[in-house]
Each structure stands twice: as C-alpha cells, then as structure tokens.
C-alpha cells in the first residue's frame, strides 16, 4: 500500500505538527470531527472530490512546487495567482546511527518526489503546466564518479548518502575552521556552524578517506541535487552555495579558503565536485525535465525546472512580497526590508533582507540575492523548535493521559492542550501560567545570535506534580521561550541596522495559534499569516512560474501568487510581563556559562 496522503484544497486541515521528526510517521492520526456514518463520509468525499476535479479542469496556468523538508516530501499544484489546488506529503527515512548523526537516502526522496508529484497532478490537463520548482533542507548528498549513492557512515551503507542539515557530527572540524578567522567567515556572522557544508566536508575526508571521500564525484546540496536529477545538468543554486558553502555572487569560490582548511583537493578541479556553474533561483535549468525525469514525476518531458532554494528561503519567498494593502500593518507603504519571514517547523529560520549590507554578528549573511534577487539576506535561526516542542510533549510522564484525552475528543495533541491552559487559566491571560517557570531552549546548541552548539536547554521552576496541567505548562513554557529566542534573534538584526516592523510566519507551528499569539506578545511586533497554510511550497511554485518565463521576474510572481490571511497582533497590555520574562530569559544562558566557568576550574 502507497505511503503518500492527498490532500485536497477545500478539506479539512489539522493544525497539528505534521511529523514525528525521529520516525517521519504522522504524529497525530487524522481524526473526524465529528460521529458520521460511512455513507455522510462517502457523500461527503465524493462531493470533494467531485469539486476538486472541476477546479483542476477549469485550470489556467499552474505549476508544481516540491518540499523535501526533515522529515516528509510534499508537493502542491499552484495556480498562477498562488493557490494550492491539490497538495500530497509522503514520509522519507531518517537514521540516527550515532548520537548526532543524522543521516538519510538519496533514491527514497527522489522516490518520494516522485511519487507525490504524481498524485498532485493526477487528471491535469498537461498543457497547462508550465513549470517545476524544488526546495529541500540544506542536507549534503554524495555520488560517486557515475551518480551513484556513497556511504557518508562507517557502516559503508551507500543507501545513505545524505547528512542532514541538523547533523553535529563535524564539531571538532568547525571550530578548527573557525579558529582560521578566515576573511570568509564574516559572511556567516562571524562564526560557521556545524550545520554548513565545509566542516562536513573536511569530517569526510577525515574520518572516511578511502570509502568515500577519494571516490566521491559530487557533493550536492539537496535542492541542487533534485534538479540535477529532473534536468541532468550539475549546476548550483546560487542560494545553497551563497548559503552554506563560502560562495559569494561577486567573488565566487575563495581558493585561498579550501586551502587553508584543508580541502585543497576541490581548488585542483576547479570546483567541479562542488560546483562551477551557478545559477540565480528561479533561473531555468538546461532544457527543462529529462524524459526518464518526466516519466518518474508524471509531468511533460522539457517543462520548465528552476534553480532551486533551500527549504526556509523557499518560505520566504513565498511570504515576504504579499502585497499588505488594507490590513492597517506598520509595513504597509514600507520597503520589503521592514519585514522578516520566519519559517517554523523543526527547526525556525528568521529571513530579513536589507538594500545594503548588514553584517550581524551571531546571524548568517549578508548574502546577495540568496532569496530575494537584488537584496541582501540575513538569516537568524534556531535549531530545534517544532523537534523541540514534540520532545518535551511526548518525553513528559503525562503524555499517554494526553493522547487518550485528544483521542477521545477528537482533536490533536496540542489543539488539545491549547484548550486545557484555557481551562486552567482562570481570570488570568494564558501566557501569565508561567510566572515562575521558565525555559532556555538551546536542546540543540544556539545557532543565532550566540552561535554556541555547546549550550544546552534549561527549565526552572519544576515541582513532583506530574499530571496534564503540568505537562500543559511546560509546553506553553515552552512556546514562550522559543518566541524568546526569536526576540533575541530581532534585537540583535535591529542592533545592526534591519528596520523591522512586522513578522510574517509560515511553516507546520504557524498553524498553532498559541504559537503565534506568543511570538505577537513577545516581540511586541503585529504577525501575518498566509492565506496559503503551505507558503513553502507556493514558493517552490514561484521559482517553476519564473523558470516558465510567465513572470518578469521573481518580484512580480511574489507580489501576485503571495497572498495574505489572518493578522495577529499584540496584546499590547501584556507587554511588562514579556519584558520580565525575557531578563530572566537572558539571565539562564548568563548562569549556565557561570556554571560552566565553575566547573571548568575544578
């Protein structure tokens, strides 16, 4: 039995997480939303189905988007004016071999691609696609000489070719890199992650010599790596490079870089292992889909296929450039470079773009065009959020009395533990619940503004209680703190020179509405959400609509496929509070360095 899941636009949603992050499995089953006989559902769905079928006859030009996130593929048909007609999702495989190391398969998510794109386009008339856009995390892939999957573990599993974004295996390499103080670095906010790919790189060579660094014939970032499978051409996308490689739009490869770490072998090729031909997103690869690419993905051979984006600035791209014109918000009238797109899921990124340059110490970039052609990017982040969430809700002695009650009542997990804080809640506002718990997130080191892996998560304020009210509190606790660490990220881009006014937030937590009042209330800032839940993939759509040639440019097919839903703002009365909470919020990673300090001189 196929894996993959339709949804169709017009059927009901869940605004739970989506993904267990460790399984890929769905962590909530879908529930009904009420007692219907077989036969009402049956209606019911012929009903929709019947409706969607006339929507995409009665298509105009559209173009599929493709998602690989962290743990799910997704794929969406679009039409011209960015809605989703029909969207799919399909889990793919993670492994976690060792603490820290994740690692996932190149053919599963082609396969998912595939087999996603398949259902979205099911019954299209095919005339009427125009063109393909792919975004994924910034995950490295490795192929030999001949494109075949290479082992990235000492298990020499080739199905295995791929280490995750979020893999910290390469510490020891990047805090070498970091010690060059390269000219590089102040591209990357001063410091490199451990999530970028040259620490990655120099953990191959290091640690797998002769398996698979001296056999490898490409390194690609996922998103490069899905067009080169639609298209056969090796070309890069200038957002990965820019990204999370050293490149520079201006500049291109530093050679005097790769040689000062360690990785002088790619300077002698002249870059062909990791990329010397580079592409604007959105720009159109070779000559369109392959026919083996065509008949794997259900689509035309040769339409259009984009230059591709990694999965957060697809995001944003899909967000950011929403005309605001009658919805009373601060950047209305105002430059794009007053707003910040922050894309939440496992992880949450916080994409800003400013005219000129602006360095920020803790944030990666500036980078050239790397979302937004013509503008600079910084990207603040945090590296578990929605991960961080599921942990602590799942990990709590309460949570099988959760899952039972949700169950009962028809609703997810955190749906229903939204309603049970506004149970306990009494006279006072939700967010005050946590007066004296508090919660530092950094579960998976800080990756802005402090750019510090080895910072760990703290909660203070724990009783013996161990039932669902305590369970709700520490998730709203939470929230709370992860709102605060976008604070931190936004105060520290402002501190630099970013001008920002106002949040626009897509992503799987964006559908959390206790989610986005916490990050209205902690950064005093209005949020707009999308009108469309999956602005990721109608960015990916935006890319195939620029690659077609139906838009001018990446601008004009922002400004008309990016349209905006519900506004949240900020209870502007609860503001002493938040203040209070983000001192003490400040004074946890103040105490834990003290703490650290204390130890390290026994």
């Not at 996308?237 to 870089?257: E, N, Q, R």
């Not at 910040?340 to 899921?345: N, S």
């Not at 050239?368 to 991960?387: D, H, I, R």
């Amino acid at each position: 039995m196929s894996r993959c899941r339709i949804q169709l636009a017009g059927s009901p949603r869940d605004c739970s997480p989506q993904r267990s992050h460790s399984t890929g499995q769905t962590s909530e089953p879908r529930q009904k939303r009420g007692a219907f006989s077989s036969d009402v559902l049956t209606k019911r769905l012929f009903s929709v189905l019947l409706k969607m079928h006339s929507k995409k006859q009665a298509l105009g030009k559209c173009y599929v988007g493709v998602d690989v996130g962290s743990a799910s593929v997704r794929a969406a048909l679009v039409d011209e004016f960015g809605t989703v007609v029909a969207h799919a999702d399909q889990p793919i495989q993670i492994w976690e071999p060792h603490p820290d190391h994740y690692e996932q398969s190149s053919a599963d998510i082609w396969a998912a691609c595939c087999s996603v794109t398949k259902k979205v386009v099911s019954g299209v008339d095919a005339s009427r696609i125009r063109g393909v856009g792919f975004d994924a995390t910034c995950s490295l892939v490795v192929v030999d000489k001949q494109f075949q999957p290479l082992a990235v573990n000492c298990e020499g599993q080739n199905c295995r070719n791929v280490i995750m974004w979020m893999d910290h295996r390469a510490v020891s390499q990047v805090e070498r890199i970091n010690a060059t103080q390269h000219r590089v670095l102040s591209y990357v906010g001063g410091v490199m992650s451990v999530e970028m790919q040259p620490p990655k790189l120099l953990w191959l060579k290091e640690n797998l010599k002769e398996s698979c660094w001296e056999k490898a014939g490409y390194f690609f970032d996922l998103p490069d790596f899905l067009s080169w499978k639609a298209t056969g051409v090796t070309a890069r996308s200038l957002c990965t490079v820019v990204c999370k490689w050293t490149y520079t739009a201006d500049g291109g490869w530093d050679d005097s870089f790769w040689k000062m770490i360690g990785l002088e072998d790619l300077v002698k090729d002249k870059y062909e292992k990791i990329g010397n031909h580079v592409l604007s997103p959105g720009e159109p690869v070779g000559k369109g889909l392959t026919p083996e690419a065509a008949k794997d993905l259900g689509l035309p051979e040769g339409i259009a296929v984009a230059a591709s984006l990694i999965d957060a600035h697809a995001g944003g791209l899909g967000v950011i450039g929403a005309d605001v014109k009658g919805h009373n918000l601060p950047c209305e009238n105002q430059p794009i470079t007053s707003r910040v797109a922050m894309i939440c899921g496992t992880s949450s990124c916080h994409m800003g773009v400013s005219e000129t340059p602006i360095f920020v110490p803790g944030v990666w970039g500036p980078y050239f065009s790397a979302m937004v052609p013509g503008l600079w990017l910084n990207e603040g982040g945090q590296s578990a959020t929605g991960k961080l969430i599921d942990h602590v809700v799942r990990g709590h002695v309460a949570f099988p009395e959760l899952q039972s009650k949700a169950a009962a009542s028809a609703h997810s997990i955190y749906t229903y533990l939204n309603s049970h804080l506004d149970l306990i809640k009494k006279s006072l506002p939700v967010g005050f619940l946590t007066v004296d718990l508090h919660v530092w997130p950094d579960f998976h080191g800080n990756r802005s503004p402090l750019t510090d892996l080895t910072l760990k998560g703290m909660v203070v304020g724990l009783t013996l209680s161990r039932g669902l009210d305590e369970l709700a509190l520490i998730y709203l606790a939470t929230i709370q703190a992860i709102a605060l660490g976008t604070r931190h990220i936004l105060e520290a881009m402002e501190a630099a020179g970013h001008r920002i006014n106002t949040l626009f937030l897509c992503g799987g937590l964006s559908k959390n509405p206790l989610f986005v009042q916490m990050h209205a209330d902690i950064t005093g800032k209005p949020v707009v959400l999308s009108k469309e839940v999956e602005s990721v993939l109608v960015g990916a759509a935006i890319l195939g609509a620029c690659a077609s040639g139906d838009f001018a440019s990446i601008q004009e097919a922002m400004a008309k496929m990016g349209k905006i839903g519900k506004v949240v703002q900020p209870n502007r009365e609860h503001k002493r509070f938040y203040d209070k909470k983000y001192e003490v919020f400040l004074k946890l990673v103040e105490h834990q360095r003290e703490y650290r300090s204390i130890m390290n001189s026994c």
